[in-house]
């Protein structure tokens, strides 16, 4: 006769898998701050800040698509890495400050650019990441 453990409590689950979501986002958030700086040294002032974030975003794409590319990634490693390193490497509301920076300057042209080079870029790497990720599957399935 097997002895099987009682199922957990929904909220000792929950909180293994915030702990996942914690556990990813610090480490995105800490290479986030460090691109933003490198940028900021590299370039200077607010543009810095705008390579840093244009950085920091399409490395997540990068590393999301890889994630995505691999067959049937493992929830635990969906939560630690796509939702917590990526998550908080990557950002949306810097994207959208950078947009209201360049209109507010009465830059529509370079608004329309950081928009459509972020989008374009963003897929492209996507795009990259996913094909990275399915050769790398098939290199270790041989």
Known sequence: MSHTSPPQPRLQSEFKELALVAGGAIPGALLRWQLEGAATAWVGGLKGLIEGDFSANMLGCL???????????????????????????????????????????????GSLQVLFTSLLAGLALMALGQWLGRQLDRQSMS
Do not use: N, Q, Y
């Not at 691999?70 to 509301?93: E, Y």
């Open 63 to 109: 590393l999301l698509g890889l994630l995505l590319g691999r067959p049937r990634p493992r929830a635990r490693l969906m939560l630690w890495a796509g939702i917590g390193l990526c998550g908080s490497l990557t950002t949306f509301s810097s994207w959208m400050l950078e947009l209201v920076r360049a209109l507010d300057r009465g830059d529509a042209s």
